[in-house]
């Protein structure tokens, strides 16, 4: 019985490897010394120091990293390749009977490891750093404000004290405003006497100020404890929206939520009729990723068998470019129509790879032939 994987599919699963690596941490470091230079405007801001800058892009490391993985395959791939045929490595492997199919594989096998590893990090470790780096930038740049990992958003207005599981910006028709989940309110007396506690479903900003949904309030007084209920209730306060409309739309942004946390907002604003289209896209998206890593490189490696034996480096880093940002500005385009036309997000990240197997498919033929 043959063994699955061979001598020549471990030697072209390395070079492929390598070149991915390398391009990925080359990919990640630009990424982060440019997010760097965007920091250092914001450094200075309240408690918010160089060290914190250095911390916040180090913590989002791992997200960074998801989202440059399609790229550095693409490029490494062709790279690696280009490499195995300038060196005529190619040749010999296909004098051997290899066909383009077998060593197209061969590539394909490392990618998908890869991939993997990606799928876990873009679900556990990157949206758990990313949030705990929003939240050290947020209460480090407002010292009445502070985000907890399990307990929320944390904000203070004098004697009262707000916290938030869940908050982002919606938009309506009507304008756009803050709109925060499952809140509490704990107000104080002059003395520090607890006087009452509020909850709420959602709490509201918007042109008229604070509006509270949904309000069951407890009163603490001297010899008795009271109980109320409302609907809705104004809520009097100049705490500023802006600052919590900036931590909400930070911390609890969609592009950097598991896919489980984005399943439960589409659930949530479906069933309050309100727009999810952006939970969706992402959502969507995260499905999509391992297709999209997939026909990306498997439509890029033809050209390793032809026109890149004789070319040089620079044109292969040339070419992967090209594919990698071709196809996501494409995919970018058609997902935005997508939203524009209240289209089936699945069909709109679909579309894009399934070309590109198409024209994988047809590159292979015509080099067979």
Not at 64 to 79: K, W
Not at 187 to 204: P, Q
Not at 237 to 259: C, G, V
Request: hydrophobic letters at 45%; one cysteine or more; aromatic letters at 10%.
């Amino acid at each position: 019985m043959k063994p699955l994987l061979r001598i020549h599919d471990l030697y072209v699963a390395k070079v492929v490897t390598v070149m991915v690596l390398a391009t990925w941490v080359v990919l990640v470091g630009l990424d982060a010394v440019m997010a760097g230079v965007n920091e250092i405007g914001a450094v200075g801001q309240g408690d918010y120091t160089y060290f914190g800058a250095v911390t916040y892009i180090l913590q989002t490391l791992p997200r960074r990293a998801y989202t440059m993985f399609p790229t550095a395959a693409v490029i490494g791939s062709l790279m690696g390749l280009g490499q195995l045929a300038a060196t005529s490595e190619l040749i010999a492997m296909r004098a051997v009977g290899l066909s383009r199919t077998r060593l197209s594989v061969s590539v394909a096998l490392p990618l998908l490891v890869l991939t993997a590893v990606m799928v876990l990090n873009g679900e556990t470790l990157g949206p758990m750093a990313q949030r705990s780096a929003d939240s050290m930038k947020a209460a480090a740049r407002s010292s009445d404000m502070i985000v907890g990992r399990y307990s929320g958003l944390w904000a203070r207005e004098g004697d009262t004290f707000l916290n938030a599981q869940n908050g982002t910006e919606i938009d309506d028709g009507t304008g756009a405003r803050i709109q925060l989940q499952d809140v509490r309110l704990f107000e104080f007396a002059s003395d520090g006497r607890l006087e009452s506690v509020a909850h709420a479903k959602t709490a509201e900003h918007g042109v008229d100020g604070w509006l509270l949904r949904d309000v069951q309030r407890t009163w603490f007084e001297p010899r008795a404890v009271t109980r109320t209920e409302a609907l809705e209730e104004q809520w009097d306060s100049q705490l500023d929206a802006t600052t919590l409309a900036a931590s909400a739309s930070n911390i609890w942004r969609p592009r950097y939520m598991p896919a489980s946390e984005l399943r439960a907002g589409i659930d949530y604003r479906h069933r309050n009729q309100l727009d999810a289209s952006e939970f969706e896209e992402h959502y969507w998206g995260r499905w999509f990723y391992p297709l999209n890593v997939l026909a990306l490189c498997l439509a890029a490696i033809p050209f390793a068998f032809g026109s890149l034996r004789s070319g040089n480096a620079g044109k292969r880093l040339f070419i992967g470019v090209v594919f990698a940002l071709g196809f996501w500005l494409g995919q970018t385009q058609i997902v935005k129509l997508a939203a524009v036309y209240r289209l089936d997000y699945r069909l709109a990240y679909l579309v894009p790879p399934v070309v590109m197997l198409i024209i994988s498919w047809t590159l292979f033929r015509r080099r067979s032939g």
